[in-house]
Nanobody, 115 residues
Framework: QVQLVESGGDLVEPGGSLRLSCIAS????????MGWYRQAPGKGREFVAL???????GYADFVKGRFTISRDNAKTTVYLQMNSLKPEDTAVYYC?????????WGQGTQVTVSS
């Protein structure tokens, strides 16, 4: 079992920055992938960014060059640095990890981009 807690969501103006954090606890030694997804109002959940075992990050096209995913050496915390935020980035952001082939989700953190 893995438990995830996200934080860092906030209201920010267009062009601003936020850093999301996701802290994992439990069976963290078996985590092979850590990533972020988001869900905007009235839309489905979509992929944002991913770090796999090889540490090669993957990004959705709509965040390339603006968002950066990283994690600590212990693989217990994954971050999402979000720059040049746009109103269309408004969503609940979810952390997801894979441990022993099982996906685990956090509760989400709200990001609102508005002037």
């Amino acid at each position: 079992q893995v438990q995830l807690v996200e934080s860092g969501g906030d209201l920010v103006e267009p062009g601003g920055s936020l850093r999301l954090s996701c802290i994992a606890s439990g069976s963290t030694n078996s985590i092979t992938r850590m990533g972020w997804y988001r869900q905007a109002p009235g839309k489905g959940r979509e992929f944002v960014a991913l770090l796999s075992a090889g540490d090669n990050p993957g990004y959705a096209d709509f965040v390339k060059g603006r968002f950066t995913i990283s994690r600590d050496n212990a693989k217990t915390t994954v971050y999402l640095q979000m720059n040049s935020l746009k109103p269309e980035d408004t969503a609940v952001y979810y952390c997801r990890v894979i441990s022993r082939g099982i996906p685990y989700w956090g509760q989400g953190t709200q990001v609102t981009v508005s002037s």
